[in-house]
């Protein structure tokens, strides 16, 4: 199987069960996360675990219409859409099985709030960005 095929034809979406995670496994992911690539090698990215049931709530009510729109988009056949910031946003998944991969997302997005534990990735984007030499 070509490399291609295999990454479009591998459905990444999962079902989360509602038992809480342990601080062992999220710090396990995220100390195996710090070797990861990032920009400039520079580490500008903070992690910050969501597990307060409210907060998970009010994450999960911002998400759904976000996701809603994309969907709506994609449904309708659209490529992309506009973003707040005037860039597009695309709307393609590049998966082989898209009424699949949509039906998939749409249970993630209306569960979203209710995820054990929600992983908030704050980046401070300045330092990636080059500016030039110095």
Known sequence: ???????????ACRYYRDKPVPD?????AVERAR?????????????????????R???GEWYLPLWEEVAAAARAGAEAIPASDGHLKSTRTGFSDQARTMADT??????????????????DRHPLHNRGST
Request: with cysteine.
């Open 106 to 123: 749409d249970q993630f997005a209306r569960r979203f709030g209710e995820h054990p534990v929600i992983i908030v990735v704050c980046a």
């Open 24 to 28: 062992e496994v999220l710090l396990r």
């Open 57 to 59: 709530g009010q994450l």
């Open 35 to 55: 070797f990861a690539p990032n920009g400039g090698n520079r580490g500008a990215v903070r992690l910050v675990f969501v597990r307060d049931p409210e907060l």
């Open 1 to 11: 199987m070509e490399l291609e095929a295999a990454m479009r034809t591998q459905h």
